[in-house]
């Protein structure tokens, strides 16, 4: 049976309990990156927090299966459908193919994510995988006459919907209406504002690279159709969350639903949670944006990518976290120092299982309350200090880990031995510095014995000379 497991529900606008829909086990889908450009630490922050979900559901209790998408097409440099499509525009960027900027720029996302400590999906899909699928589910749309064809593009027709702001209180959606009404761009064909393309056969751009056969002519897919038809061809009709960035609330996410409940004819995802941006201090940290800032390149400036993660688990996933080099640098201060507390506990004793069950408890409580990560860290906190022996910290340490995925033990081995080969270095240091002091004195060069003694002092090594030989030690 699977623990009681809160977060914040944006469908419904409030913290609830999660129920999945088969007795614990949860389908998950979650928005992957538009690969044409490097994923910011930004991007990584939101997958960083999806991670953390996913292992705090597993700890509770439930199996969990995770859906993700990578967008290879159609994500147009406008999320409402008008621009370049954002893959064209990356490949001629860098007089490259769209396939290759995709592989590259999968391959680098992959690596980031993977160095902060994040579990792979179970599935991963690129979109340009599943163009047959989205095909369908369009020719279903228009039959079902949620969606028409003007001037070469077929549209999915948000009048037919009796709520199409589905997240939104009655506030937001007047400000999202005048938001959409004031866009820049208009496109001619929508019947209503919010119409969005299902599939494009008229692009502005001729080299539009990417195309294929359709009932509608040569063309390339909307971008929200990909996330509807990925997530039913691995988890079929019902996902019991999915999860995205803020951003992604609307357009995105709001036409994700239109069009799949319009084509499945039920609701389709019962929990929405999105986590909150990572901003610099100029404001929302974008791939467009300037130069980027990756896990990568942390890694190149000498941050280990556990740390962002640290400093990533230390804030609540639901406001926004300002990144600025002094933050991290204090948490390479804490990371360093729960690390060396970590190394100095001995896996000596039995594991006191009362203590265990009840930090572990505690754990639980503060990750199932909406994701409380700094909670869960000063449970950890109160665990390495509490009044029980080391093999019991050890093993909460490694049971936290599950979720924190802090790789705290691996960090706290790899100082232990750094520590010993220290020693070791040491050690034939002061023994090569003794047989030398010894050679000095045997040619009476006392003067070099005398210096040598010195020497060693300097390096905090007191010696004597005793009836047994040449005894040091550290001071
Ligand atoms: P993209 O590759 O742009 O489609 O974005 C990948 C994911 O990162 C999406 O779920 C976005 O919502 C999320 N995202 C975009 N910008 C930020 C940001 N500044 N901070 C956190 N997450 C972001
Ligand atoms: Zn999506």
Redesign the pocket.
């Known amino acids: 049976m699977a623990n009681k497991f809160t977060f914040y529900n944006t469908l419904d606008r409030k913290v609830e309990e999660f129920h999945s829909r088969e007795e614990g086990k949860v389908g998950i889908y979650?928005?992957?990156?538009?690969?044409?450009?490097f994923?910011?630490?930004?991007?990584?922050?939101?997958?960083i927090m999806q991670d953390v979900l996913i292992k705090a559901l597993e700890y509770a209790g439930y199996d969990v299966k995770r859906v993700m998408n990578i967008?290879d097409v159609g994500?147009l440099s406008s999320d409402a459908d008008t621009g370049e499509d954002?893959m064209v525009a990356g490949a001629k960027r860098e007089h490259k193919t769209v396939m290759e900027i995709a592989k590259f720029y999968t391959d680098a996302?992959f690596k980031d994510f993977d160095a902060v400590g994040n579990k792979r999906p179970d599935v991963v899909e690129p979109a340009t995988n599943c163009i047959p699928e989205f095909i369908h589910m369009v020719e279903v749309l228009l039959e079902k006459d949620y969606a028409y064809v003007a001037g070469g593009n077929v549209y999915f027709d948000t009048s037919k919907l009796d709520d199409y702001y589905v997240f939104s209180s009655s506030v937001e959606k007047e400000a999202l209406e005048v938001g959409v009404r004031d866009d820049v761009e208009e496109d001619v064909n929508k019947k209503n504002k919010t119409d969005f393309v299902l599939w494009f056969t008229k692009s502005k751009f001729e080299d539009q690279a990417l195309k294929w056969e359709s009932p509608w002519g040569v063309g390339y897919p909307g971008w929200h159709i990909e996330c509807s038809c990925i997530s039913m061809k691995h988890l079929g009709e019902y996902i019991d969350i999915h999860?995205?960035?803020?951003?992604?609330i609307f357009p995105?996410h709001t036409n994700e639903i239109a069009q799949s409940e319009a084509y499945l004819g039920h609701k389709w995802c019962n929990y929405w949670f999105?986590?909150?941006?990572?901003?610099d201090q100029s404001g929302?940290?974008?791939?467009s944006k300037g130069a980027i800032l990756t896990v990568s390149v942390l890694q190149e400036k000498g941050y280990d990518p556990l740390v962002y993660r640290f400093f990533c688990l230390q804030s609540h996933y639901r406001k926004?976290?300002v990144f600025s080099w002094e933050n991290l640098d204090n948490t390479v201060t804490a990371y360093n120092k729960l690390v060396k507390r970590v190394s100095e506990l001995k896996a000596e004793g039995a594991v006191d299982e009362a203590v265990k069950a009840e930090y572990e408890g505690k754990f639980l409580d503060a990750v199932s309350n909406d994701l409380n990560t700094s909670m869960a860290i000063t449970v950890l906190y109160d665990a390495l200090k509490a009044d029980t022996n080391d093999a019991t910290k050890l093993a909460l340490v490694e049971s936290f880990d599950k979720v924190l995925s802090l790789d705290l033990i691996g960090h706290a081995k790899a100082l232990a031995d750094a520590g010993s080969s220290v020693d070791a270095e040491l050690e034939a240091y002061i023994n090569d510095a003794i047989a030398r002091r010894a050679e000095a004195k045997k040619a009476k060069d006392f003067a070099t014995a005398d210096a040598i003694r010195d020497e060693l002092l300097a390096k905090g090594v007191e010696i004597k000379d005793t009836r047994e030989g040449v005894v040091w030690h550290l001071v």
């Not at 999860?243 to 992604?248: K, S």
């Not at 999105?274 to 901003?279: A, G, R």
């Open positions: 979650t928005c992957g990156p538009t690969v044409y450009h994923a910011h630490i930004g991007n990584i922050r939101t997958y967008t994500h954002k996302f999860c995205g960035g803020v951003d992604n995105h999105h986590s909150n941006h990572l901003n929302k940290m974008s791939k926004p976290l």
